[in-house]
């Protein structure tokens, strides 16, 4: 599915039978085009762990599937509290079960510094398990932030076990993504090591490794050199 034709369930349609057909298989495309467009940031208090330890367990056949909800972007931890809030005072907890937020480890050097914090991975998306009929659709789309769910037509499309699996371990990696604040080509000093106070140009980046190559001036000749994110700041 193109990520132009999602389109948000409008608040006055209930679904058909055809909400429940085949999950798209391009969900996870549309998702990971939402989380290039966007870089916000939570704090890691605002995650509930918990909630994704458990979603990767073995899920009962009861008809239980995955969909991803619109919301206001910058609200997406609202709408998870106020969802779990209508889920447990309307007593809808047989047949809404986890709502989830993913979000994913950054590092970011700033100053010299190592900040982590949590950052969303598809901004404006919520991941909400539900057994979906007429009641459990009508809680989820009339809760404030709540714009609509992906689909097509009135019709909400669950994601694939595989999609839901690759996202919730994407929040649980180990590596934490590292962010930094220079590009290639641009003048940096070294401040750490036998090259300190040295001047010169980023020649690569290794996010995965947290390092970069410099390319400095040495005895007339330029030389590449591969410092750590930390031992280097922008001129």
Do not use: C
Not at 13 to 22: D, I, Q, V, Y
Request: aromatic share 8%; net charge negative.
């Amino acid at each position: 599915m193109d990520a132009i034709e999602n389109q948000s369930v409008e608040a006055q349609e209930s679904p058909t039978a055809a909400s429940l057909e085949a999950p798209i298989e391009e969900a996870a495309e549309v998702l990971s085009a939402a989380s290039d467009a966007a870089s916000d940031e939570i704090d890691e208090e605002q995650l509930d762990d918990a909630d994704a330890d458990d979603a990767l367990e073995q899920d009962p056949d009861d008809g239980r599937e995955w969909y991803v909800i619109h919301s206001y972007s910058g609200y997406e931890n609202k709408v998870q509290k106020n969802l779990e809030q209508r889920i447990a005072t309307m007593g809808m907890e047989d047949k809404i079960f986890r709502v989830i937020v993913p979000t994913e480890e950054e590092v970011e050097i700033r100053d010299g510094q190592k900040r982590s914090t949590r950052r969303r991975v598809f901004p404006g998306y919520v991941l909400v398990q539900l057994i979906l009929d007429d009641e459990s659709w009508y809680v989820v789309r009339n809760t404030p932030g709540v714009t609509g769910f992906v689909g097509t037509g009135t019709s909400p499309i669950p994601l694939s076990d595989e999609e839901v699996d690759k996202i919730l371990q994407r929040m649980e990696t180990e590596q934490p993504k590292i962010k930094v604040n220079f590009r290639v080509g641009e003048s940096v000093r070294i401040i750490e090591g036998p090259f300190a106070d040295f001047i010169g140009a980023v020649d690569e980046i290794y996010p995965e490794r947290g390092k970069v190559r410099v390319l400095v001036s040495f005895f007339g000749r330029e030389t590449p050199v591969e410092m750590d994110f930390l031992d280097v700041e922008k001129t």
